[in-house]
């Protein structure tokens, strides 16, 4: 039972262009959200976080999308760098007690230079 | 100065032996974590505990055990391995219940022959 899914495993951009990474979920409870970002090797960093009373949220060139009624969210990147290339991650949790992140399953970005 | 670390960071080891992970953190987070990334790219938790005490134990087989000497540690071991233990495992900790998010370790490669 796959809560949270990205469903497209990965995604090439030229450099300077935006990039949108999708996420959607199946669980109406979630109502906490977050991205992450991974390096080969490395662990997963965290990168921007969207609560379900907001429908958007902006950190630099991060900006996370939440759209409540059709259980999705993206993340858009802009301008895109080259150091943007990695497997980005969204996961979800209920927003209450100790908060059990679902993860999808990952969205390679390419940035093209 | 690594916040989240993990030891070893490669495991390669034979069906039926036991092993451990150790994971240490020097950020002062109360809430650690163990998730598990699968061949599928499935990053599912595993365990949490918070002060020392377990609050999160999915199902897992009771070959896993946790052990959490203090806040600041929390190991993994795993009895009578097998094939499909093999996964790349990932500790994380907190501050509180997650509200902001985990700091991940750079991980273990466990695979089982």
Partial sequence: ?113 | DTAVSQTPKYLVTQMGNDKSIKCEQNLGHDTMYWYKQDSKKFLKIMFSYNNKELIINETVPNRFSPKSPDKAHLNLHINSLELGDSAVYFCASSQGQGGYGYTFGSGTRLTVV
């Fill in chain 1, 1 to 113: 039972d796959q809560q949270v899914k990205q469903n497209s495993p990965s995604l090439s951009v030229q450099e300077g262009r935006i990039s949108i990474l999708n996420c959607d979920y199946t669980n109406s409870m979630f109502d906490y959200f977050l991205w992450y970002k991974k390096y080969p090797a490395e662990g997963p960093t965290f990168l921007i976080s969207i609560s379900s009373i907001k429908d958007k949220n902006e950190d630099g060139r991060f900006t996370v999308f939440l759209n409540k009624s059709a259980k999705h969210l993206s993340l858009h990147i802009v301008p895109s760098q080259p150091g943007d290339s990695a497997v980005y991650f969204c996961a979800a949790s209920v927003a209450s007690g100790t908060y059990k992140y679902i993860f999808g399953t990952g969205t390679r970005l390419k940035v093209l230079a």
